[in-house]
Nanobody
Framework: QVQLVESGGGSVQSGGSLRLSCTAS????????MGWSRQAPGKEREGIAT???????SYADSVKGRFTISRDNAKNTLFLQMNSLKPDDTAVYYC???????????????????WGRGTQVTVDS
């Protein structure tokens, strides 16, 4: 089992930045794919960024060039640096982790078996 806790959400003006963090605990001895997804009100959940155990990174087109995913394996922490935020980025952001080898890309975010409870990000126009 892996427990994930997100932090760093909040309200920001359009064009601003936020940095999300996700701390993992539990069975973190083996490191696999981790990633971020988000869900806006009335919309389907969207995978936005993933980072594999070998450092391979993928982004959804909606955030490419504005968001940066990274991980600190020594601290069991995942990050999402979000720049040039837009009102359309308003959503609950979730951190996910795989419990074993899996596909690792935003389109396959559902393959990550463990998820945090989410943190709200609100971007005001």
């Amino acid at each position: 089992q892996v427990q994930l806790v997100e932090s760093g959400g909040g309200s920001v003006q359009s064009g601003g930045s936020l940095r999300l963090s996700c701390t993992a605990s539990g069975n973190t001895g083996r490191r696999y794919c981790m990633g971020w997804s988000r869900q806006a009100p009335g919309k389907e959940r969207e995978g936005i960024a993933t980072i594999d155990s070998d450092g391979t990174i993928s982004y959804a087109d909606s955030v490419k060039g504005r968001f940066t995913i990274s991980r600190d394996n020594a601290k069991n922490t995942l990050f999402l640096q979000m720049n040039s935020l837009k009102p359309d980025d308003t959503a609950v952001y979730y951190c996910g982790a795989a419990g074993g080898p899996s596909r690792c890309d935003p389109g396959g975010y559902y393959a990550l078996g463990y998820w945090g409870r989410g943190t709200q990000v609100t971007v005001d126009s």
